[in-house]
DNA sequence: CTCCCACGTTCCAGTATTGACACGTCGCGG
DNA sequence: CCGCGACGTGTCAATACTGGAACGTGGGAG
């Protein structure tokens, strides 16, 4: 449901093709909302249908320029303040954790150590891409800056949380 | 594909009806991996005829009591330990932050407001339950306890991080 | 003894998402 | 001037997920 509002959000920017759009979402986006490329023009055309957004200007290989409609604002407007978010759902390592009693508890320990070692990669990637970028004032760039400061808290808090847990893995292990 | 992952770690510690885990879906788990009443039984009949699960007893009104086969308990172990998770993906609030641009910064500021009073009353609730439970130390109790607590940490990052970006924000709205 | 609610399962239509395949073209480096 | 890599779009089948409806039953409260 949100990839079209993402779409939107993207044009609101101003004119894109497919093409521009899924280069986003493998780049910037992917990390808070994966997209397919046959998903990225699908939606493109059903907003198109709905009348959000409308084909601006054709280039050279059939290349469509979108751009988004007074419609399309109003409803990227509506989604951004008034739908009410789904927050967090769907945590796969998380769901792993609550089913670990399913191994023993060296192997759960060990989990959790391969946890604390992805949160700290991670972590660093985003330093890294933090560093060598050179953001600038625009609307994209400050709340993309945002973005990327949730993500590195998000990985600080995954690495103190899962020393935390090994700690209380060793101090009480759990009775089968 | 991690429901039926969940259903099969679940069925490990014991056997268990539809109804049964449907309703540990909609009370422990639903944070972390919701799921409806139809996806259960449709996986769980799936997962029968795979032969990870079988049914151990047929009760009153039609109950089918399941428990984990040999195959079951080996596909668990193999996703828990040898399938790398996904982590973290899709999150609508993130996407709204990156998009904020298309709002006035005062209604982006009120929009982080907002998302720090909710991570506030979410904490304060797990935070309720986390007190208000006696916790063991059987492996339901010893992860689940961790799984709180990671939930609790990523409530309260939730927080400081909108705090921030709202001062963030204060010191320097973003150019138009 | 009766009624109602919780127990219990199944099916379905619609949408979202994935992954792959198919197809055509501009433009530039050699 | 030729080829190939990037540009660019579209379609398909399969699976995941949602929300709702339908249907039947046992057991305990009154």
Redesign the pocket.
Known sequence: ????HALLGLLDTGPA???????TFNSTLSAVW??????V??????LAEAGQIRVAAE????????EITAAGREELRHWLLEVAPDGY??NDVLLRVFLLGAVSPSEAREFLRQRHAISGRHRAALEERDAGTDWDDDPLSVYGRLTLEWGKRFMTMQQEWSAWALEQLEKAPPHT
């Open positions: 449901m949100s990839l079209r093709s497919g093409y521009d759009l899924m280069r994966p997209a397919t490329q046959s998903q023009y699908t939606d493109l055309n059903r280039g050279p290989r059939g290349r469509k320029s979108y759902r769907r």
